[in-house]
């Protein structure tokens, strides 16, 4: 779609400082204590399934993501830029987001969804994000009432300070699917989570 390329490019240039924004201010609220413990940083990685070509559909907004493997079924709400140029971040716990400065999920380019691993101390949206494992499938469903199929490929834990910053936001040749949340161990001063826990996925079926 006409301008989706830029959006993507936006997203990558810009937003280093944007998903330190959402590991300083999007792991829960000044008061929260660690929803867990903390969770391994090795990467689990696996090689999409060959396809006759990439799968890719037209802009819809999501409304819901549901992953079922960790019982997730959550509305979704836009996340924009603020004024400093971050990403916003859920007000609360729940529901997570949808980056709208990125391809909406199925469309060409990286799609990206966040939210809160807690809230107050009590678990939030992706509490349990951690747990996902390479094969698990994560559906979107959009406005148009079309349904976006991901397959999981990818997970990993990074410090916010080498946060994969150009896998996570720049261009694809496929659709695919980012799911970020906090991670790692909690460091009470700061009130914040060390880490970022992200799972990439591709689109592997639409409905």
């Known amino acids: 779609m006409p301008g989706r390329p830029a959006r993507a490019r936006l997203a990558a240039g810009v937003l280093?400082?944007?998903?330190?924004?959402?590991?300083?201010?999007?792991?829960?609220?000044?008061?929260?204590?660690?929803?867990?413990?903390?969770?391994?940083?090795?990467?689990?990685?696996?090689?999409?399934?060959?396809?006759?070509?990439?799968?890719?559909?037209?802009?819809?907004?999501?409304?819901?993501?549901?992953?079922?493997?960790?019982?997730?079924?959550?509305?979704?709400?836009?996340?924009?830029?603020?004024?400093?140029?971050?990403?916003?971040?859920?007000?609360?716990?729940?529901?997570?987001?949808?980056?709208t400065e990125a391809p909406t999920p199925g469309e060409l380019g990286p799609a990206v969804l966040a939210g809160h691993v807690d809230w107050g101390g009590s678990p939030g949206v992706f509490s349990e994000l951690r747990d996902v494992v390479v094969g698990d499938e994560i559906t979107v469903l959009r406005e148009d009432s079309s349904t976006a199929v991901f397959r999981v490929v990818e997970v990993g834990q990074y410090p916010k300070d080498a946060f994969p910053t150009a896998a996570v936001y720049g261009d694809l040749d496929h659709a695919g699917l980012r799911v970020i949340t906090c991670g790692g161990d909690f460091d009470h001063a700061a009130h914040s989570y060390l880490d970022n826990t992200v799972v990439f996925a591709d689109l592997v079926a639409t409905g």
């Open 16 to 99: 280093a400082a944007g998903l330190g924004a959402l590991a300083l201010t999007g792991c829960g609220s000044s008061a929260a204590a660690p929803a867990g413990a903390a969770t391994e940083t090795a990467t689990t990685t696996a090689s999409p399934a060959p396809t006759g070509g990439p799968l890719v559909m037209s802009a819809s907004t999501p409304v819901r993501v549901q992953i079922p493997s960790i019982g997730v079924d959550s509305e979704l709400m836009d996340l924009g830029l603020q004024d400093d140029g971050t990403m916003q971040v859920p007000a609360e716990g729940f529901p997570a987001g949808w980056f």
